[in-house]
């Protein structure tokens, strides 16, 4: 950036300190937590502002044992020349006039109130003292400033210079501002700056600001003490160190937001390996984005203006998605991927599985909303959007980005169809949603009780074990929904036509709760549903179909726990005379059970639910005080998923040597032996 001269002349004058004082919450919010770090941040904002404009690249924060903290930057230094209005130095303007901010305020930092940017002065007036010196054209000068109560004046004065700015005469080739404060204790509730806080902010600015190094340190812990004195063999002279060392860490990030996107994305599966990142310009706004999908299914869009984040959302987020829809679709289409009949694919669509930051500088920002963290300004949506659109364009005219286009479009396919089969399921849901007509068709046979906490809905393979299991049921809080073996018998069916399957409707419909985005727990008829499924392929089939429904289209059921795998005993070892009947869920079991019979014993094997009795049902796998049921983890549903992926796709290689390792019921390394099992009961 090209240097400018200013002096203290830019800099403008609006209020005294007395007034911040006197209601610290109109400045900062609050005297908690928050507002304690607020009045750290303004003075870090100023660094990180010296940096942006190209002044500094270095910027050092520093906690202190006493509560102090400060700040340090390698920038051209606070003015120090006389300020003609007021005839005192610009450090004294900076950090005794309210909104004093000259030149570098309108920059990029310029606020029109809110609670950020109100400036230095107000860390200041709401600390015990406040130190500065200024590195600047060779020489160092100095400056103090403290709050005390004046038993003359019978008033308190805040931020009252000790001196004027004094040249310490100490020559140096240092540039720089570093400055020293002590938060009042008389203000703030607590003056405990939290490690955590600061360091997650200092690294969000480390990233927002590519190659600015930002080092934090913290002296009231040491390196050891950090890692928990946990140095068992790590090297010896770095435990030395770390046992006298203070607490220390650096943040600097060649690669801006873009290393931002990709340390979002850590250890999850990337649709390609490095983000898509995108810088420009328009009608005075900067805009700055990067992007990349992941595997997974939620959007984490982070958004920020002038560097502070805006959780909210606001005008900048509706121009970055609707730029990102539209080249998006446009690329689509141009490359044959949507066909000229099918409709274009929705915004959300394409941001299923998306991580993104997006960075914008711009003036007179207006923060609203709850927490005044949403944009307000809508002159920044069609620069955002232009930008996008174009920097997007780009992109996507780059050969080397055809893969990932490719598979963000792909991606977005299997969302769009999602979403298809969702809402034909919920309009279906919704022509025939009361129980009470579902059981006039006869599949569901609903139980009497009318508590959900209590009632339990058995989901059974195969009309002849529903039969059993209608027989062994307690009517008062279980019901019975039989499955159909064959229209279930999706393996060449895609997810969303087992929408169309007739008893996934009932499902819907029994559980009461909606689908998709307007499921509602609240609305919850039942709060287990058991899964009962032969233990042979198709029942694994089956299973695996339910786990992904569930998990695709009400993933609250499963993140709620009310979902279970009733498990179905695989033998039973009795004798002749019925003296001894005992039950084997799988084969390392039946040796055991043998040997508890004794001599004389008889094994009978189930192949499937339909061979038992209902007593045998009943006290097997419904009884509540003897079945064997599992809880289903979302890593569950999420390996389901997977597998249906493997065994309903095109992959038929993977799908025949998935089924030869996971199909086999009678070993203990099936998949729902390897999936996290947690017992009804609560213990592992
Ligand atoms: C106004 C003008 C100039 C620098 C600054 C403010 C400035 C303020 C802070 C606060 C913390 N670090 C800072 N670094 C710089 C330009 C001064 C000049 O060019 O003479």
Request: net charge neutral; with cysteine; hydrophobic share 35%.
């Amino acid at each position: 950036m090209e240097e400018k001269h200013y002096n203290a002349n830019d800099i403008t004058i609006l209020e005294g300190l007395d007034a911040v004082r006197l209601r610290p919450g109109m400045y900062i919010g609050s005297t908690g937590q928050k507002g304690l770090h607020h009045i750290l941040w303004e003075i870090v904002d100023n660094a990180v502002d010296e940096a942006a404009n190209g002044y500094a690249d270095k910027i050092d924060v520093r906690i202190y044992k006493d509560g102090s903290a400060s700040v340090e930057d390698n920038g051209r230094g606070i003015p120090t020349d006389i300020h003609p209005k007021t005839k005192v130095s610009g450090v004294q303007v900076v950090f005794t006039q309210l909104h004093a901010g000259g030149k570098f305020n309108e920059n990029n930092y310029s606020f029109s109130g809110g609670l950020h940017g109100v400036g230095a002065s107000v860390t200041n007036a709401l600390s015990e003292w406040l130190k500065v010196r200024v590195y600047k054209e060779g020489k160092t000068f100095s400056m103090e400033f403290r709050s005390y109560y004046d038993e003359k004046k019978k008033k308190f004065e805040s931020g009252v210079p000790v001196a004027p700015l004094a040249d310490l005469h100490k020559k140096t080739k240092q540039h720089g501002t570093f400055v020293h404060f002590k938060p009042d204790a008389n203000v703030f509730a607590s003056t405990d700056f939290q490690l955590s806080t600061i360091s997650h902010r200092l690294n969000e600015l480390a990233f927002l600001n590519r190659g600015l190094t930002i080092t934090l340190t913290d002296e009231r812990i040491t390196m050891n003490e950090f890692k928990g004195e946990d140095t068992e063999g790590e090297d010896v002279q770095l435990d030395l160190l770390g046992a006298t060392q203070p607490y220390s860490v650096t943040y600097c990030y060649e690669g801006g937001i873009s290393d931002f996107a990709a340390y979002l994305n850590e250890g999850k599966s990337k649709l390609y390996p490095k983000p898509l990142y995108i810088k420009g310009e328009k009608d005075g706004i900067l805009v700055e984005f990067a992007i990349q999908h992941t595997g997974e299914y939620t959007e984490n869009l982070f958004s920020f203006v002038n560097n502070i984040p805006t959780p909210e959302g606001g005008f900048h987020e509706v121009g970055f998605r609707s730029g990102l829809t539209r080249v998006l679709n446009d690329y689509a289409r141009e490359n044959k991927l949507l066909k000229d009949k099918e409709a274009n694919l929705l915004g959300d669509d394409f941001r299923e599985g998306l991580t993104a930051v997006l960075s914008i500088k711009m003036k007179n920002v207006q923060f609203e909303g709850q927490t005044k963290t949403k944009l307000g300004n809508p002159e920044a949506r069609s620069p955002v959007e232009s930008v996008t659109i174009e920097g997007l364009r780009e992109l996507a005219a780059d050969k080397k980005n055809k893969k990932a286009f490719e598979e963000i479009v792909k991606k977005a396919q299997g969302a769009a169809r999602v979403r298809i089969a969702a809402r034909q399921a919920k309009d279906t849901a919704r022509a025939k949603n009361s129980i009470d007509s579902l059981m006039l068709v006869g599949k569901l046979a609903a139980c009497t009780g009318r508590k959900p906490e209590e009632n339990e809905l058995f989901i059974v393979e195969g009309d002849s074990a529903g039969g059993t299991a209608k027989q062994a049921r307690v009517r008062q809080f279980q019901s019975i929904l039989p499955l159909r073996g064959k229209p279930l018998n999706v393996e060449k069916k895609r997810l969303d036509q087992v929408l169309a399957n007739e008893e996934i409707r009932t499902i819907i419909s029994a559980l009461g709760a909606g689908i998709g985005n307007d499921f509602n727990l609240e609305k919850l008829n039942y709060h287990k549903v058991i899964i009962l499924s032969d233990a042979d392929q198709d029942g694994f089939h089956i299973r695996c179909i339910l786990l992904t429904f569930f998990f695709r289209y009400m993933r609250d059921l499963v993140n709620a726990g009310h979902v279970y795998i009733g498990m179905p005993p695989l033998y039973k070892v009795y004798k002749q005379n019925g003296s001894a009947e005992e039950y084997a869920y799988d084969d390392s079991e039946l040796q055991e059970k043998i040997e508890k019979v004794g001599r004389g014993y008889l094994i009978q094997r189930y192949k499937g639910l339909g061979e038992m009795s209902a007593e045998q049902l009943w006290n097997t796998t419904m009884d509540p005080m003897r079945r064997n049921l599992t809880q289903v983890t979302i890593e569950d549903a999420v390996a389901a998923e997977n597998m249906i992926t493997t065994l309903m796709g095109d992959r038929v290689e993977g799908r025949k040597e998935f089924l030869n390792r996971n199909a086999n019921f009678n070993k203990t390394d099936s998949f729902m032996d390897k999936v996290k099992i947690k017992k009804e009961n609560g213990d592992e």
